[in-house]
């Protein structure tokens, strides 16, 4: 019931970051915003633990969505996309993958950059 509203949704929002990070544009529309603070008002009803169940967690994810939490600019209008973006992380990086199979920057350093990244990400979302 609850992953047939959450799964199409997170493919809409999957589609938008993957374009988003390929595009360089970080800007997220209002129609699109809007998707994320349905999911974020689902998370306080159902609780996120059960919607945090239907989000996509593939490895190709991992880049695009710690990309996207990185350029995102908050404010107070739109304080729900970084928390589902944190929780759409925090199912990807779960994933048992290697890390340098999926990076795109393929330097001797990338690797330690995109955990740092993540680290950062996470401190600054506490």
């Known amino acids: 019931m609850i992953g047939d509203v959450v799964e199409p949704i997170m493919r ?3 589609v938008h970051t993957k374009m ?5 544009n970080h800007d997220i529309p209002s129609e699109v915003a809007n ?5 974020y008002n689902l998370c306080n009803v159902r609780g996120f633990k059960v919607v945090v169940k239907f989000m ?3 490895a190709a994810d991992l ?6 939490l990185h350029f995102f600019e908050t404010d107070k209008n739109t304080y729900w996309i970084p928390c589902i973006l944190c929780l759409w992380l ?3 990086v779960i994933v048992p993958f290697d890390i340098n199979t999926i990076d795109s920057k393929k330097d ?5 950059i ?4 993540i680290l950062n990400i996470g401190k600054e979302h506490i």
């Open 12 to 14: 809409l929002i999957q």
């Open 20 to 24: 988003a990070c390929t595009s360089g």
């Open 35 to 39: 998707l994320y603070e349905i999911l």
């Open 56 to 58: 996509p967690h593939e």
């Open 63 to 68: 880049e695009p969505c710690v990309e996207l």
């Open 90 to 92: 925090s199912m990807i």
């Open 108 to 112: 001797g350093d990338s690797y330690e």
């Open 114 to 117: 995109l955990v740092k990244r």
